[in-house]
């Protein structure tokens, strides 16, 4: 991540050095909100990512195409609050870099790396919920578990390509002090030449994204709310697809929404650092980006726990809070139906009823 050095300290055996200046430290207060800050947020956000993971492999109806998006979601974030939280913390904690030149390479290309693939999971998850709702026959054939997991296996091995530049532009330096030597992890050349890497990043990883996600939820918006093919009287499946589809689409929405809002201080940080002359170095505002993004990797299984019955349920089971079978159960059985109507020219229009005849239970799950 942009700025994402550490520092490791190694004590002169020999006598102190004329002339040279003495190391300076952080501020006491700084380096406890930074650690007590950093370590609550990844510590939460690696446990609920891993819950994630575990709930969707280990629970065979909560394998679906957007839920098998979702675990790709989960996996990049753990990798962005491993690899770019707990260096921080260390940074903060112990001003050390211990992790060595090697470590430096990785653990920058590890947080580019699982950077880009969450935005691009979002992307996918978008484009999928798009075609589940606004071409729902075609969905059939188009939004599946194989063909889902295939395009995670694309957006890994590309990304993880992309990112291997940030192996030729990071390195180690020392700056040697009156009372040690301080080793950082950072830029190999002047910080200018990095405008077309971060510019790039900005629009293939943020401000495309978002375009994308505009468009297709307006689409879906129009659809779910506005389409007069969807205004039938009385309660008819048509409202029951349209309440279905809302379930899962708002819980995606936020977190699109969420996105977009943690991610603009840390990338406007940077493109402001990129073209000013004296580029801002105030440690709370680091502190508050970084904040940002870490927030933006943990918070995602929070929402999931808040918007949906059947991640609430799988939660519950895994940490033992409830027993399986019972309602969970009865909503994972819920069957799918593919039906048409005819709107007032007379024209077949798709639609898909999501519903329990027992129970009445209206379900997320997407296509199998």
């Not at 300076?24 to 956000?45: D, F």
Request: net charge positive; with cysteine.
């Amino acid at each position: 991540m942009e700025n994402s050095t550490s520092s490791v300290l190694s004590n002169h055996s020999s006598s102190p050095l004329d002339g040279l200046r003495d190391m300076p430290l952080k501020p006491v207060e700084e380096q406890v909100i930074t650690v007590l800050l950093t370590a609550v947020i990844c510590c939460t956000g690696i446990a609920g990512n891993i819950m994630v993971v575990l709930v969707v492999l280990g629970t065979k109806h909560m394998v679906t195409p957007t839920n098998c998006y979702l675990v790709s979601l989960a996996v990049a974030d753990l990798i962005v609050l491993l690899a770019a939280g707990l260096p921080n913390i260390s940074d903060a904690a112990a001003a050390s870099w211990v992790y060595g030149h090697r470590g430096c390479l990785c653990i920058t290309y590890l947080q580019y790396l699982g950077i880009n693939v969450s935005s691009c999971s979002i992307t996918a998850f978008t484009v999928e919920r798009y075609i589940a709702i606004c071409h729902s026959i075609r969905a059939q054939s188009i939004c599946t578990v194989s063909r889902a997991k295939r395009i995670i296996a694309a957006v890994w091995l590309s990304t993880a390509l992309y990112c291997v530049m940030w192996l030729f532009l990071v390195d180690t330096d020392e700056a040697v002090y009156a009372n040690g030597v301080v080793v950082t992890c950072g830029y190999r050349v002047s910080r200018r030449l990095y405008m077309p890497v971060y510019f790039l990043d900005f629009a293939l990883f943020y401000v495309l994204p978002l375009a994308v996600a505009t468009v297709l939820y307006g689409l879906i918006a129009r659809i779910l709310f506005v389409s007069p093919q969807h205004r039938l009287d009385g309660v008819s499946h048509t409202a029951l697809c349209v309440l279905a589809c809302l379930q899962v689409t708002k819980m995606l929405a936020v977190v699109v929404a969420l996105f977009a809002l943690l991610w603009m201080p840390y990338r406007t940080l940077v493109v402001v650092n990129s073209v000013t002359d004296r580029p801002c170095t105030d440690a709370w505002v680091l502190l508050f980006c970084r904040a940002c993004v870490y927030c933006n990797s943990a918070i995602n299984p929070v929402i999931y726990n808040l918007m949906s019955q059947k991640f609430r349920l799988a939660f519950r089971r895994l940490c033992g809070c409830e027993a399986g079978g019972g309602e969970g159960k009865a909503a994972s059985q819920v069957p799918v139906y593919y039906s048409a109507i005819k709107d007032s020219q007379g024209n077949p229009v798709p639609q898909i009823t999501i519903l329990s005849v027992a129970t009445g239970i209206v379900d997320e799950r997407g296509f199998d």
